[in-house]
């Protein structure tokens, strides 16, 4: 009677809530200074200050009904122009208001767009180690999703896999720069060699091969690294967009999805990205939450914490014996399992109260994913632990 | 290669999109004083102070990174429970935390139940008039749609086309009320005889028949009527509340799913609703918001100006000769045509600057819709372009 892959959906718990809860247990037995929880890619760094000065001042001079009041489905006009404007001043594009349309956040950016493209039959391909929800809005979306694995040493795009992996049904090929688990952002020559390949394919094909770029990380690097603005070098490409991380707002789900002119059909694209959004229920994006992010265009959380934070655990970790990929990006860092299977390394761990996460869910088998947007003194605390687990493997 | 029925739904305006846009060009023309714009259901009145005002405690008292964090899926279990309290203490059940699933608003409610409930084949049954999305969340959640017209007078259910409507394919019947756009509040009368016509054919059948309450205008009721709480009348009942209305929160898209404990395999039916969630992209619902609605459970914005409204407008439409439905809820009146085309009517009032919306896309022609969460001195202004139409019908 009830829809049972739903059910099984809702049942199926993830990796990470399982740690979640065993975390939780443990932090009653032993007190919560105790366990060290890396589990969650819950931003612990405040909002800009400005996020709650904008949110006082509208309560204070907007008009209530205005203010808490529907706006088009599209988004509120002058906050998609605002969005417009900082993207063509960061990037010297030419987007208009209406090349965007705002979300509940980047899940939901993800699902709509997937949905607008969806035909029964079509392929979507992710690059390992992948957001494991992505698994989950394609297949719900009726497409097959292709897993190609990455580079085993750089985490950029192996051409060669993703040159087989490519078929006439592909439909499009999600990217996620700044990576989350591996932290890992693609460089230019990455982004130009994928371009290449697609546009090539594209000819062949004779049609469209959409690249939507999944970029709740984008401005969360470090050391000056830049992030190619992927429509600069791809002419079918989308954008799928959270402030969650940008702003640590993961609670008010806030996004859009940006679809440029230049995009194969570029006003069907639009209008079903509409239609999707209509029948999937999102009515539209929270009414407040979008003047506060047009009023905060271009404000980031504080990203030394961030970076703080990455310096102290890489430089421990790789001190310890531990193989991680340097993270340039996102707040994750990605560490090669000791022991062949992951698993058995993240149980390990939690013999030392470490809550680390098996990538086995995200496609890429062997490796943990540790979230460093924890506050600095946990992982400081942490490091006696990270030691001892290094030494029952021998490697320090 | 983009999904066709999306662009479709995209592009195809809403009628009342259509008027609203027209409104807007008079406007321009003739000055916004002399347009007389009812065809919107976007409150007017603002929401109560204390939501502000919780909004204003909460930046000052929590803890930021947690106020606008991730809640779980299902949202902050002290809000449900607030939630469940609130309901308990008004309609003497018995409800806990977790029978509460928040959501993103009444249409996210509605889309994330139907695909829960969702087998291809499965029809479900509305009364009309019905608000025309149900149509599209019905329809691409691959179900069918059913339609039954209500009783000519009274506007309650016509229990003879009801019975004849029900199929051993009946999955689930929506019920609206107070009702968009007829106003009517279904009477503890009218609810029993459903009750007992829908638990006959569950045994007819050997399945259950989910009874899906969207019930955003609950709480906007007049004279003192009341709205009978249907868990306490069929078991096998959900409910799909929003707090848009009651709240005058319309664009900040907050509300709840409710599924009793003793509904039909009800931890399954949950769960789906946890995965139908999950697999369209709802992460949790906005998380301030949660927070604001639990904190302000039970008030409502001030009634006595939608009050005000409808008797102005029912008393002088009526008095004028027009043929109107007497709405004891929601803030819609709605009026008979003066002939059978209710669009060629909706053209005619246009030409006195009115605009009413032709209610054939509800399901049931040869009637308008007058939304009255508009200013009481717009109605009063109004009044003479209603006469003047009243007399070019000659109805008086």
């Given at each position: 009677m009830?829809?049972?892959?739903?059910?099984?959906?809702?049942?199926?718990?993830?990796?990470?809530?399982?740690?979640?809860?065993?975390?939780?247990?443990?932090?009653?037995?032993?007190?919560?200074?105790?366990?060290?929880?890396?589990?969650?890619?819950?931003?612990?760094?405040?909002?800009?200050?400005?996020?709650?000065?904008?949110i006082r001042e509208l309560l204070d001079t907007e008009d209530d009904a205005a203010?808490?009041?529907?706006?088009?489905?599209?988004?509120?006009?002058?906050?998609?122009?605002?969005?417009?404007?900082?993207?063509?001043?960061?990037?010297?594009?030419?987007?208009?208001?209406?090349?965007?349309?705002?979300?509940?956040?980047?899940?939901?950016?993800?699902?709509?767009?997937?949905?607008?493209?969806?035909?029964?039959?079509?392929?979507?391909?992710?690059?390992?180690?992948?957001?494991p929800e992505y698994s989950v809005f394609v297949t719900t979306a009726g497409m097959k999703l292709v897993q190609v694995p990455s580079d085993e040493l750089s985490f950029q795009i192996d051409f060669d896999k993703l040159a087989s992996a490519i078929t006439p049904s592909t439909k499009a090929v999600i990217v996620n720069s700044p990576n989350n688990p591996s932290g890992v952002v693609y460089t230019a020559e990455t982004v130009q060699k994928l371009a290449a390949l697609l546009t090539q394919r594209e000819k062949e094909y004779g049609h469209a091969i959409y690249l939507i770029s999944d970029e709740p990380y984008r401005e969360l690097v470090y050391?000056?690294?830049?992030?190619?603005?992927l429509t600069k070098y791809y002419t079918d490409t989308v954008v799928c967009y959270s402030y969650s991380k940008s702003l640590s707002l993961p609670g008010e789900?806030?996004?859009?999805?940006?679809?440029?002119?230049?995009?194969?059909?570029?006003?069907?694209?639009?209008?079903?990205?509409?239609?999707?959004?209509?029948?999937?229920?999102?009515?539209?994006?929270?009414?407040?939450?979008?003047?506060?992010?047009?009023?905060?265009t271009g404000q980031v959380a504080d990203l030394n914490v961030y970076k703080g934070n990455r310096d102290l655990i890489y430089n421990a970790l790789t001190d310890y014996g531990f193989t991680c990929i340097h993270p340039d990006g996102a707040f994750?860092?990605?560490?090669?399992?000791?022991?062949?299977?992951?698993?058995?390394?993240?149980?390990?761990?939690?013999?030392?109260?470490?809550?680390?996460v098996p990538a086995d869910s995200f496609g890429t088998p062997g490796f943990v994913r540790i979230a460093y947007c924890v506050s600095t003194d946990m992982i400081r605390r942490s490091l006696p632990a990270f030691l001892k687990l290094a030494k029952s493997y021998g490697l320090c």
């Open positions: 009830i829809n049972q892959t739903m059910t099984l959906l809702g049942k199926k718990r993830s990796v990470i809530r399982d740690i979640f809860e065993y975390a939780n247990k443990r932090r009653a037995q032993i007190g919560a200074e105790n366990v060290f929880d890396f589990s969650l890619g819950n931003p612990n760094v405040p909002a800009p200050a400005d996020v709650n000065a904008a203010l808490h009041g529907y706006t088009s489905a599209q988004g509120a006009a002058p906050v998609r122009k605002a969005i417009a404007d900082d993207l063509n001043r960061r990037f010297g594009t030419a987007f208009h208001a209406d090349n965007l349309y705002m979300t509940c956040g980047a899940a939901a950016s993800l699902k709509i767009i997937l949905i607008a493209l969806s035909s029964e039959g079509d392929e979507v391909i992710v690059f390992t180690p992948f957001f050391d000056g690294i830049e992030v190619p603005y789900r806030i996004g859009y999805i940006l679809v440029p002119d230049e995009v194969c059909e570029s006003a069907d694209l639009y209008a079903a990205v509409c239609g999707a959004g209509r029948a999937l229920g999102y009515v539209c994006a929270p009414s407040m939450m979008q003047q506060v992010v047009a009023k905060t994750y860092l990605f560490v090669k399992s000791p022991e062949p299977d992951a698993t058995a390394f993240y149980e390990k761990a939690k013999e030392f109260d470490l809550m680390l």
